[in-house]
């Protein structure tokens, strides 16, 4: 059994795979390997969502916090994934599908094709984005069984995969590439979320392509700009960025003021 059905939620049957072709087609997709393996064990939580003897089954995590309930995101029914598909199709890039929830409007999405393919976002009502959080559904499969108690939608804790900060040998050229195609679509389709997304992949050796966006018309894109490469301790970007903190009426000096404040050359 996956690892991740261990949380103490009110599991429903196994899918049919007539129920995960139907839900193909309402979702417009060819189901990644990972996904379709949850579902061959469980359509999902049931709508109740914690079983009745959650505390019982939790008995060893809980220890002395003996009030704390699970706080991994469930995984919603088929039904339910492709009903909130269709809700919400206009909202979000075409490439993207969301799949698990906690009931409190936050929610976790894969990236079903497209050069994110394969990659987990986490989208929270107080913050998260469209930016990968997760370089695959085993990884943040695996971040929940380890964490039970911690909320990947607030954990202050949790470091992101993207944007790297550290040159990644094993990774870098595949997210290079990856990165290149989401610019050559954010510019043709002025995309400022794609273009967040191409600027998180930009491996840490290449950094020098972000400094063009410190001067961006969307004050967003320079404020994205400006965390990677402060993240990074980037030292080109320094001076650039210590001349936005002190721009007068410049609506992206936050960020660079934030980032000053623990940056010192």
Same mark, same amino acid.
């Given at each position: 059994?996956?690892?991740?059905?261990?949380?103490?939620?009110?599991?429903?049957?196994?899918?049919?795979?007539?129920?995960?072709?139907?839900?193909?087609?309402?979702? %417009?997709?060819?189901?990644?390997?990972?996904?379709?393996?949850?579902?061959?064990?469980?359509?999902?939580?049931?709508?109740?969502?914690?079983?009745?003897?959650?505390? %019982?089954?939790? %008995?060893?995590?809980?220890?002395?916090?003996?009030?704390?309930?699970?706080?991994?995101?469930?995984?919603?029914?088929?039904?339910?994934?492709?009903?909130?598909? $269709?809700?919400?199709?206009?909202?979000?890039?075409?490439?993207?599908?969301?799949?698990?929830?906690?009931?409190?409007?936050?929610?976790?999405? /894969?990236?079903?094709?497209?050069?994110?393919?394969?990659?987990?976002? /986490?989208?929270?009502?107080?913050g998260g984005g469209l930016v990968p959080v997760f370089r695959t559904i085993p990884s943040?499969?695996?971040?929940?069984?380890?964490?039970?108690?911690?909320?990947?939608?607030?954990?202050?804790?949790? $470091?992101?995969?993207?944007?790297?900060?550290?040159?990644?040998?094993?990774?870098?050229?595949?997210?290079?590439?990856?990165?290149?195609?989401?610019?050559?679509?954010?510019?043709?389709?002025?995309?400022?979320?794609?273009?967040?997304?191409?600027?998180?992949?930009?491996?840490?050796?290449?950094?020098?392509?972000?400094?063009?966006?410190?001067?961006?018309?969307?004050?967003? /894109? $320079?404020?994205?700009?400006?965390?990677?490469?402060?993240?990074?301790?980037?030292?080109?970007?320094?001076?650039?960025?210590?001349?936005?903190?002190?721009?007068?009426?410049?609506?992206?000096?936050?960020?660079? %003021?934030?980032?000053?404040?623990?940056?010192?050359?």
């Amino acid at each position: 059994m996956q690892p991740y059905f261990n949380a103490p939620y009110d599991w429903r049957p196994a899918a049919t795979s007539e129920q995960l072709e139907a839900a193909a087609q309402a979702l %417009e997709i060819t189901w990644p390997d990972a996904l379709r393996s949850l579902y061959e064990e469980h359509d999902g939580a049931g709508p109740q969502r914690l079983a009745s003897d959650w505390e %019982e089954q939790w %008995e060893g995590v809980l220890d002395e916090d003996e009030d704390a309930r699970p706080q991994a995101p469930f995984l919603m029914s088929l039904e339910e994934a492709a009903a909130w598909y $269709v809700s919400t199709a206009e909202l979000f890039p075409a490439d993207l599908r969301f799949f698990w929830t906690d009931d409190n409007s936050n929610y976790v999405g /894969v990236y079903v094709r497209g050069p994110l393919e394969g990659m987990v976002c /986490v989208l929270g009502h107080d913050g998260g984005g469209l930016v990968p959080v997760f370089r695959t559904i085993p990884s943040f499969l695996d971040w929940v069984d380890a964490h039970p108690l911690r909320d990947v939608f607030t954990d202050g804790a949790l $470091v992101p995969a993207f944007p790297g900060r550290a040159p990644d040998p094993l990774h870098d050229e595949e997210d290079w590439q990856r990165a290149l195609s989401l610019y050559q679509n954010a510019e043709q389709r002025e995309d400022n979320p794609r273009l967040a997304c191409a600027m998180a992949l930009t491996p840490y050796g290449q950094s020098s392509v972000l400094l063009p966006f410190l001067d961006h018309p969307d004050f967003y /894109v $320079v404020a994205r700009a400006v965390e990677i490469l402060a993240q990074r301790r980037y030292t080109p970007a320094y001076t650039l960025i210590r001349e936005l903190a002190v721009q007068p009426g410049n609506r992206s000096n936050g960020a660079a %003021e934030r980032a000053m404040r623990t940056w010192r050359p």
